[in-house]
């Protein structure tokens, strides 16, 4: 009998074929998921959840009367939205919400600006922006990456998973501000 020493033990090896095949089946779950959502611009009777976001602060933003949508900031299999909610710019209502039943249930309420992080799972921003598009004609998307330049812009916004705006990281509220006025007025100028 011989003594195995702790060099010759045989390595853990990582099965890259079953880990790729995993994030495949977990990808083909989420567009399943995305296409059996049933959303509806608008409703019978517009109220507002009194707190239908996961974010656990009260919003640092209370507006009053606005004429701005509801800025539903889609935190899908992140916390980033969640977290850096303080760059947003002020004057508008956020709601943070991170399941797609959430977002389902606040576009039924009421005409919104949709923000999503296309660098978390670009597969999912694409189906939602295609299917709010054709479901919810009145609520805007905005995609948020770290490199988008005004030509990928131009490019995506011309397939049918194109947003009505895009901003590149980093957050600034001055910045973001333009963009949300920008795309409200092209909004209110095509109505």
Same mark, same amino acid.
């Given at each position: 009998?011989?003594?195995?020493?702790?060099?010759?033990?045989?390595?853990?090896?990582?099965?890259?074929?079953?880990?790729?095949?995993?994030?495949?089946?977990?990808?083909?779950?989420?567009?399943? =998921?995305?296409?059996?959502?049933?959303?509806?611009?608008?409703?019978?009777?517009?109220?507002?959840?009194?707190?239908?976001?996961?974010?656990?602060?009260?919003?640092?933003?209370?507006?009053?009367?606005?004429?701005?949508?509801?800025?539903?900031?889609?935190?899908?299999?992140?916390?980033?939205?969640?977290?850096?909610?303080?760059?947003?710019?002020?004057?508008?209502?956020?709601?943070?919400?991170?399941?797609?039943?959430?977002?389902?249930?606040?576009?039924?309420?009421?005409?919104?600006?949709?923000?999503?992080?296309?660098?978390?799972?670009?597969?999912?921003?694409?189906?939602?922006?295609?299917? =709010?598009?054709?479901?919810?004609?009145?609520?805007?998307?905005? =995609?948020?990456?770290?490199?988008?330049?005004?030509?990928?812009?131009?490019?995506?916004?011309?397939?049918?998973?194109?947003?009505?705006?895009?901003?590149?990281?980093?957050?600034?509220?001055?910045?973001?501000?333009?963009?949300?006025?920008? =795309?409200?007025?092209?909004?209110?100028?095509?109505?």
């Amino acid at each position: 009998m011989s003594v195995i020493d702790e060099d010759d033990k045989p390595t853990v090896q990582l099965d890259l074929k079953a880990l790729r095949n995993k994030q495949l089946k977990q990808e083909e779950e989420l567009a399943s =998921i995305a296409s059996d959502l049933e959303f509806r611009a608008g409703s019978s009777s517009p109220k507002r959840p009194h707190h239908a976001s996961t974010h656990k602060k009260p919003n640092p933003y209370p507006v009053k009367k606005s004429k701005h949508p509801i800025v539903v900031l889609f935190d899908f299999e992140s916390t980033f939205f969640g977290k850096a909610l303080a760059a947003f710019p002020k004057g508008y209502h956020y709601e943070v919400c991170s399941s797609l039943g959430e977002l389902n249930k606040l576009l039924k309420q009421k005409p919104a600006l949709v923000v999503f992080n296309y660098d978390v799972n670009p597969k999912a921003v694409n189906q939602l922006t295609t299917q =709010i598009k054709q479901k919810c004609p009145d609520t805007l998307t905005v =995609i948020m990456a770290t490199s988008i330049s005004e030509k990928k812009a131009k490019v995506h916004a011309a397939t049918p998973a194109g947003a009505h705006g895009y901003y590149q990281f980093p957050l600034i509220a001055e910045k973001i501000e333009g963009e949300f006025q920008r =795309i409200l007025i092209v909004k209110s100028i095509a109505a």
